[in-house]
């Protein structure tokens, strides 16, 4: 089981307290969104489950997070391990500047996987779970970057797909995509959530409502809701929720 479980998460940048005493379960095989006005933190939330704010000098977190029944706060946590497990598209796409083919070998290399018969299948295997094996398996040497944005897009899910994760975090994955891109990458998540958990941060309340099972809204950076999605956007249990869906604020 790929739960995720939140206890009692704390986060500080500095002085400024950015997670308050967040507590939650993220299913399984299940989407859920992140939802909630700008600076509220969402995104912080997010990147707590890969450890991406130790970029970051000034960050302290208290609590614990469960994946796998590891604590993975725990100063014992091997960072590369787990963002091997819990992969993250970005709201841009990133791919590098390389081939098609080496986008998706790239991770395989560093992660000491070595035989060029298993990055053939990897690759093509890779492409299918994206849906873009059948465009793209002619062009496997065309440079990454002259790819459509969604294309790109795609080839970075497919690039964490490659490595085998458990659980995929998109932050804003279609922030710059046109309406018929977009359309396509949520089905894509769809489809992908038969293997992943996946967890989406979006000011796109539509999208939440399309492709989600579940919903966390946030607020200044507490967890004020969390339920099942047509709980939260037919029968809201906080008037904050419902002020924020409805546009009163945010």
Same mark, same amino acid.
């Given at each position: 089981? &790929?739960?995720?479980?939140?206890?009692?998460?704390?986060?500080?940048?500095?002085?400024? $307290?950015?997670?308050? &005493?967040?507590?939650?379960k993220i299913n399984d095989k299940k989407? %859920? !969104?992140?939802?909630?006005?700008?600076?509220?933190?969402?995104? %912080?939330?997010?990147?707590?489950?890969?450890?991406?704010? =130790?970029?970051?000098?000034? /960050?302290?977190?208290?609590?614990?997070?469960?994946? @796998?029944?590891?604590?993975?706060?725990?100063?014992?946590? =091997?960072?590369?391990?787990?963002?091997?497990?819990?992969?993250?598209?970005?709201?841009?796409?990133?791919?590098?500047?390389?081939? /098609? #083919?080496? &986008?998706?070998?790239?991770?395989?290399?560093? $992660?000491?996987?070595?035989?060029? *018969?298993?990055?053939?299948?990897?690759?093509?295997?890779?492409?299918?779970?994206?849906?873009?094996? *059948?465009?793209?398996k002619d062009k496997l040497k065309k440079?990454?970057?002259?790819?459509?944005?969604?294309? +790109? +897009?795609?080839?970075?899910?497919?690039?964490?797909? !490659? /490595?085998?994760?458990?659980?995929?975090?998109? @932050?804003?994955?279609?922030?710059?995509? *046109?309406?018929?891109?977009?359309?396509?990458?949520?089905?894509?998540?769809?489809e992908l959530k038969k293997n992943y958990?996946?967890?989406? /941060?979006? $000011?796109?309340?539509? +999208?939440? !409502?399309?492709?989600? *099972?579940?919903? !966390?809204?946030?607020?200044?950076?507490?967890?004020?809701?969390?339920?099942? %999605?047509?709980?939260?956007? %037919?029968?809201?249990?906080?008037?904050?929720?419902?002020? #924020?869906?409805?546009?009163? #604020?945010?």
């Amino acid at each position: 089981m &790929n739960d995720i479980i939140v206890e009692n998460l704390n986060l500080w940048y500095d002085k400024f $307290h950015a997670l308050e &005493n967040v507590s939650m379960k993220i299913n399984d095989k299940k989407i %859920t !969104a992140i939802i909630g006005p700008s600076g509220c933190g969402k995104s %912080t939330l997010l990147r707590v489950f890969n450890r991406m704010n =130790d970029l970051i000098e000034t /960050v302290r977190m208290e609590g614990k997070i469960i994946i @796998d029944d590891e604590n993975i706060l725990s100063p014992e946590t =091997d960072l590369v391990a787990l963002r091997k497990k819990v992969g993250m598209v970005f709201q841009r796409p990133n791919p590098f500047p390389l081939s /098609v #083919y080496k &986008n998706i070998t790239f991770g395989l290399e560093i $992660h000491g996987i070595n035989s060029e *018969d298993s990055f053939d299948n990897i690759v093509e295997n890779s492409l299918k779970s994206v849906l873009l094996w *059948d465009d793209l398996k002619d062009k496997l040497k065309k440079s990454a970057l002259e790819l459509s944005l969604e294309q +790109q +897009q795609r080839l970075c899910i497919a690039r964490l797909v !490659a /490595v085998k994760p458990e659980i995929l975090l998109m @932050d804003e994955p279609c922030s710059a995509l *046109d309406p018929v891109s977009t359309a396509r990458i949520e089905e894509l998540m769809i489809e992908l959530k038969k293997n992943y958990s996946i967890v989406i /941060v979006t $000011h796109n309340m539509q +999208q939440a !409502a399309r492709v989600s *099972d579940f919903t !966390a809204f946030m607020y200044l950076g507490e967890l004020i809701e969390y339920n099942d %999605t047509n709980n939260i956007f %037919t029968r809201p249990e906080k008037k904050q929720t419902e002020d #924020y869906l409805t546009g009163r #604020y945010g």
